[in-house]
């Protein structure tokens, strides 16, 4: 059709148009390739009301600096195991996870959402939960969360279908794109021989990266009822490099009063929000400055349990790390661990909160303790701000990505571009003022991430320290289990510095550790 009106244009216009290859006609409709997927693979309502689903999985965790490691660009794998449930009809979904980090530290909790009311998160065996009633975001919770069951994700596309187009077609599979019930472009590919769902891509902005693709495949698909199939294989797979490769060791429809996850769910509610050490956004709570010292503040709680200082020298102001939530990579598309917001949105209140401590100078500079998402995601608003960075030089060339590179946000840095002025510390850099002078430290061996540093403040005897200790308001609760491999780090740095604080000041956990803390660290190294 096309190429016959372009030659009836030639002869009777007398200008030629070259003819263009017409778009191949698709051989089959959306709407018949998602139907024909969910008779194989199920739908949510392919779940009898009794029943739920339940399975278990081990596998392997990208801990490469961008997802809150040790060094960038590397895959450097550790373990990690899964328990999960899924409630059709209660509209609930609970992931029980152990997580074991490079830094020797571990997590282990229970995520459980419930569609429309609630989203909490439970430390399993330890003294903190948090959880949140926010209609902001509970209704997409629910989805992000699901859409890694092809039986969820199926029943939303069938929804969808209508928003969604063929884009390719490769012998065996087919490629949709289309738009999720929440709003986001995503490209979902469908086996035409198994008929399966076998991968769903989408671009996502990463406070660490920037803006980069997302890719969760499916496979090794086996019935647990003759209408519904599970993958016992799943990975996912972050800007081209792998983060998360898990393969199911059960997986089962079981009665709900069987269920053990819902069991253990009902005996551990989710409790009251808590302080710390959570590392959670709670729209609840507000940040709040205090003067520690004059030209010294601490601003608590920018989200719960994250707290930052900046310093008032002579002539301007040096803010301590550019925070941002976490991507919540589990969840498709990656939501955010500080819900509702942009990557710079905790960044962009703790620079208003420092105008409005510190109205007449200028903020000079950022000094980023590492590299990771929640120190470091938000930088683009200090450098859009007139800040230079002050970081280790092994942070530079993901400081330089970041500010360089695309993003999704079109915040203030993508509208009016300011260059980077870099200052890499090597080992030591010391920042002079009469009043305040600032010395920030690199932390050479400590296990958490190659590029950390502390930054000292030798007039009051003060430490900054990020993410090697997380100290509990009460010093004998202190150090929890969890971190002991960091806080003897942080132990023998300070001996080895030299250095015996009056006060630590911590991104996590309670804001303040004090001489009793310090005694508690001393004990632990005593076999
Ligand atoms: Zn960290």
Request: aromatic share 8%.
């Amino acid at each position: 059709m096309f190429r016959r009106c372009v030659l009836s244009l030639c002869s009777s216009v007398g200008i030629c148009i070259q003819p263009q290859p017409a778009l191949a006609q698709p051989s089959v409709t959306p709407r018949a390739l998602i139907e024909q997927a969910a008779g194989a693979v199920g739908r949510l309502e392919s779940i009898p009301p009794e029943f739920v689903l339940e399975w278990t999985a081990k596998g392997v965790l990208n801990q490469s600096a961008e997802h809150q490691g040790r060094h960038p660009a590397t895959n450097e794998f550790t373990p990690f195991t899964e328990a999960g449930m899924l409630d059709p009809e209660r509209r609930t979904v609970s992931i029980e996870y152990h997580e074991q980090r490079l830094d020797g530290s571990w997590e282990h909790a229970r995520e459980t959402a419930t569609y429309p009311d609630r989203w909490g998160i439970t430390g399993v065996g330890e003294h903190w939960s948090v959880h949140f009633e926010s209609p902001r975001f509970e209704a997409e919770k629910w989805r992000r969360m699901v859409r890694r069951f092809p039986v969820a994700l199926m029943s939303e596309l069938i929804e969808q279908a209508p928003a969604f187009s063929v884009v390719t077609e490769a012998p065996g599979s087919v490629h949709l794109r289309g738009v999720l019930s929440t709003g986001e472009t995503a490209t979902v590919e469908i086996s035409t021989t198994g008929a399966h769902l076998l991968s769903i891509r989408y671009q996502t902005d990463i406070p660490t990266l920037g803006l980069v693709g997302v890719v969760w495949r499916f496979s090794d698909y086996r019935p647990l009822r003759p209408d519904i199939q599970f993958p016992f294989r799943y990975e996912v797979e972050v800007d081209g490099r792998p983060y998360i490769r898990m393969e199911s060791e059960q997986a089962s429809l079981v009665r709900r009063e069987e269920s053990r996850l819902v069991a253990d769910a009902s005996r551990q509610p989710l409790g009251e929000p808590r302080a710390a050490p959570a590392n959670f956004f709670d729209p609840s709570r507000s940040a709040r400055v205090s003067t520690e010292r004059p030209g010294v503040f601490l601003l608590t709680s920018l989200r719960t349990g994250f707290h930052v200082l900046f310093i008032e020298l002579q002539d301007r102001v040096i803010a301590i790390d550019a925070p941002a939530g976490y991507p919540l990579l589990r969840e498709i598309p990656a939501g955010d661990a500080a819900p509702g917001v942009d990557p710079g949105a905790l960044t962009r209140r703790y620079i208003q909160l420092i105008r409005e401590t510190v109205p007449d100078k200028p903020i000079g500079a950022v000094i980023l303790t590492h590299f990771h998402s929640d120190h470091a995601g938000g930088l683009r608003e200090f450098v859009a701000a007139g800040a230079e960075v002050i970081a280790s030089v092994r942070a530079r060339e993901s400081v330089e990505r970041l500010i360089n590179g695309p993003t999704a946000a079109g915040d203030e840095l993508s509208t009016h571009p300011r260059p980077l002025r870099f200052r890499g510390v090597e080992d030591r850099l010391t920042i002079d003022d009469p009043v305040n002078p600032i010395e920030v430290l690199a932390m050479p061996g400590n296990p958490h991430s190659e590029d950390l540093l502390a930054v000292h403040l030798p007039s009051c005897n003060a430490v900054y320290a990020a993410d090697l200790i997380y100290p509990t308001p009460d010093a004998a609760e202190f150090p929890s289990p969890a971190h002991s491999v960091t806080a003897r780090y942080f132990l023998s740095w300070l001996e080895s510095m030299r250095i015996d604080p009056e006060i630590v000041y911590s991104s996590h956990g309670s804001p303040r550790a004090g001489r009793e803390h310090i005694a508690s660290l001393r004990r632990l190294r005593v076999p």
